[in-house]
């Protein structure tokens, strides 16, 4: 969102979206898509740009340019409680901004990026205590109290993730047991899978799993939680890394309702064996966004 000052200087007075008039968002131009705007306000004049980059500095504050997040529903809200043991989600880069993630050829898996919101369990096998969280509370160190009314909670307990946990927990040896996943359906987002909501189960599928072993956090295959266990985010496509190939399966219909209900949201690629990334210091794992869920009416994101 830009302050109305910035929005005149740029010459983009009532051409933004939202009610305002001021907020940046997808939109396609002489049909191409664009995702931003590029150019250097006044108040950055005479700046070294390049040695900003390098420094990773931030001009957010200085330009009064803020995130946008829409209301969030209250039954995705509640009681939070202290968790410094949760274990948390990492946000993921995106395949365009850093294309030289993976090595051309390098054995990745592709599976599809659901939209809804994301929720995280920790387990932790001495106690069989269960945290439940958001992405957006969980970053804070906090987790959410116990709440029958809660998405959240509705969803983990009627899915058996705590169950299935404890089973994992057990089979590696694990102190604690990270599962990550996306909760979705009518009330959720705007794009629902075929799920009504007009039942007290809501859509939902594991798309990541970490654990700590021996003191040491592993990243493990979606696959350790086994066929049937629960459900998982659809796997697209196995093979060597190219980017061209990874961008398209991004675009298209979903394929987690079997009838191809609306667009795809995107994909997460990442190595077939997880390891490091110089290139994003951190997880070798990125993400690609489809073209028309960037622009489609009406979108709604949670964290």
Known sequence: MLPAALIEELGLTGRLAGG?????????????????????????AGTDLAAAAASGEDFAELLGITKWRPPIP??????????????????????????DVFEPGEP??????????????????????????????GAQGLALAKDGRNLYWRA???????????????????????IFGEVYGAGVPDLTYGSSGRTELRGY????????VDGQLRWLPVAELRDGEMPLAP??????????????LAQGR?????????????????PVTERYSPVVGGRAIAKAVGDAYLTRKGGTEYE
């Open 20 to 44: 305002r008039a001021d907020r940046v968002k997808a939109v396609r131009l002489r049909g191409e898509l664009s995702q931003g705007i590029v150019r250097r306000p006044g108040a950055l």
């Open 74 to 99: 209250t039954s995705m809200t509640g009681e939070v409680v202290a968790a410094p043991d949760l274990l948390p989600w990492v946000d993921i880069e995106n395949l365009k901004r850093f294309p």
């Open 108 to 137: 990745v898996v592709v599976i599809e990026k659901l939209h809804g919101s994301c929720c995280l369990v920790t387990y932790h096998a001495a106690s069989g205590e269960v945290q439940v969280s958001s992405k957006g509370i």
């Open 156 to 178: 983990v307990r009627a899915h058996g993730v705590p169950e299935v946990a404890a089973r994992l927990a057990e089979r590696l040896g694990a102190q604690r047991v990270g």
């Open 205 to 212: 599928a594991a798309f990541d799993v970490s654990a700590v």
């Open 235 to 248: 796997e697209l496509w196995r093979g060597p890394f190219a980017a061209d190939t990874v961008l398209a």
């Open 254 to 270: 979903e394929t987690v309702s079997g009838r191809e209900l609306h667009v795809r949201e995107g994909v997460v690629v990442r």
